[in-house]
């Protein structure tokens, strides 16, 4: 069974930054696109960024557009997520999930398996 393990949040504050991490426990890792989502409390949990299996290909939630950035490394199995210039509305949890194939995409529906979450919180 795939397990993803996100790490890297924490408390900063407008206008900082954090890199977040997720570790991939599977041998085909780099055969899948890979996501970040996060939920913040009372709202649903959201796309914010997706990557494809080769790592060419990103997609951004607009809300975060020019701001993170999504990358991968497939020889170590591990896909982070660099948040620049974080507001307090970026506070939410933030999940990894695994693509059900290599291709990039903002759907929700294209996701199967998410971590466990790490805190990302934006004080004012």
């Known amino acids: 069974q795939v397990q993803l393990v996100e790490s890297g949040g924490g408390l900063v504050q407008a206008g900082g930054s954090l890199k977040l991490s997720c570790s991939h426990s599977?041998?085909?890792?780099?055969?899948?696109?890979m996501g970040w989502f996060r939920q913040a409390p009372g709202k649903e949990r959201e796309f914010v960024s997706g990557?494809?299996?080769?790592?060419?290909?990103?997609y951004y939630a607009d809300s975060v557009k020019g701001r993170f950035t999504i990358s991968r490394d497939n020889a170590k199995n591990m896909v982070y997520l660099q948040m620049n210039t974080l507001k307090p509305e970026d506070t939410a949890v933030y999940y990894c999930?695994?693509?059900?194939?290599?291709?990039?995409?903002?759907?929700?529906?294209?996701?199967?398996?998410w971590g466990q979450g790490t805190q990302v919180t934006v004080s004012s």
């Open positions: 999930a695994k693509g059900k194939s290599p291709i990039a995409t903002m759907s929700n529906s294209q996701f199967e398996f």
């Open positions: 599977s041998r085909a890792f780099s055969g899948y696109a």
């Open positions: 990557i494809s299996s080769s790592g060419r290909i990103t």
